[in-house]
């Protein structure tokens, strides 16, 4: 199925890891009417992956941005109402849930990052190989833009974004390049900005490590949406919604995301009670199961056929108790 003006989402989305992790999610979804949330529902290839190995579940797709939610919804119109599209950003989780009357979720799945219709759709900005007005946002209605970023954000608070958010080893470097240039001409369009992060990164620097603007468009990404603002919500906000056996399964493209993570999965899976105690009461008892071990990445075959998943991280827990 497809929408007007848009190409058939099956053939130009390929949806990251999806048999390993509809494997991973199956058990929790086999009683009827089991819920599965999809918070980052994009072109609905994992959602969509979900309603047919699951027939009895229910799927609840929420994403920020209309357009994916326009394409998905012809996408999965077929399960009827056992899909309900909501339009909000993830960390809204707990007002969703409340809005459909829903207590308790059997498993969610966040696809961090950019969807291939952000990536495809050269007018959104976000990818660096094209010249688009500098944009970024996944959500039109919000008002930050990546071109408000660049052209009015203090040296220091740029330094700190591309630092921290782009793990961008030349940011100082890159970012008295840009306060350079806007002071002859502010920025609108993404050409001129790849132009002056690569002049300003040192030609040896430019030969290795993938495209000399990557880290620091990440970085306007994520701070023009605050994303990791968003998954520090949701992550206890899923993990308090999932019912015992749940599962919460998250797909990260890089360290930020993937530490974040790591570290919420690693709290809730480990006692409380302090090391020389010999018996650990039941509100001190872990919560969560880990399902994989550490991080697990896409294989081979599926990384030559959908080099976007080359960086993918797949970390999955199951409540297995609750203490509070």
């Known amino acids: 199925m497809t929408v007007a003006g848009a190409a058939d989402p099956a053939r130009i989305h390929v949806p ?18 089991a ?32 357009d994916a939610l326009a394409i998905a919804g012809a996408r999965l119109a077929r399960f009827g109402d056992r899909f309900t599209a ?5 960390d809204e989780l707990p007002e969703v849930l409340q809005e459909l009357g829903i207590e308790q979720i059997n498993s969610m799945l966040l696809d961090l990052g950019l969807s291939s219709l952000q990536i495809d759709r050269r007018e959104r900005g976000f990818a660096y190989s094209v010249d688009a007005p500098l944009d970024m946002r996944m959500d039109g209605k919000q008002g930050l833009t990546a071109a408000d970023v660049v052209n009015s954000y203090e040296p220091r608070e740029l330094v700190r974004i591309l630092r921290v958010y782009g793990e961008e080893r ?5 970012v008295r390049a840009l306060v350079a240039a806007r002071e002859q001409e502010p920025f609108e369009r993404s050409g001129r900005l790849v132009q002056v992060i690569g002049d300003a990164i040192p030609m040896a620097a430019r030969k290795s490590g993938g495209h000399p603007a990557k880290r620091t468009f990440q970085a306007l990404r994520i701070e023009v949406n605050a994303e990791l603002e968003a998954l520090e919500g949701v992550l206890p906000a899923a993990l308090d919604a999932l019912a015992v056996g749940g599962r919460l399964a998250v797909l990260a ?3 930020l995301e993937d530490r974040m993570v790591k570290t919420v999965f690693r709290e809730g899976s ?18 969560l199961m880990l399902l994989t071990r550490g991080a697990e990445k896409p294989g081979d075959d599926e990384v030559q056929s959908n080099p976007r998943a080359a960086s993918a ?12």
């Open 16 to 33: 990251v890891m999806r048999e390993r992790i509809i494997d991973l999610l199956r058990p929790a979804l086999q009683a009827p009417g």
């Open 35 to 66: 819920v599965h949330v999809d918070g980052t529902l994009g072109m609905g290839g994992h959602a969509e992956a979900v309603l047919e190995a699951c027939p009895t579940a229910r799927v609840v797709g929420i994403d920020r941005d209309p």
């Open 86 to 90: 909501v339009e909000a950003v993830y």
């Open 170 to 174: 030349f940011a100082d470097r890159i």
């Open 253 to 255: 493209y890089h360290s």
């Open 270 to 287: 480990t006692d409380k009670a302090p090391k020389n105690l010999p018996v650990v009461p039941e509100g001190m008892r872990a919560e």
């Open 313 to 324: 991280r797949l970390r999955v827990a199951e409540r297995i108790r609750r203490t509070a």
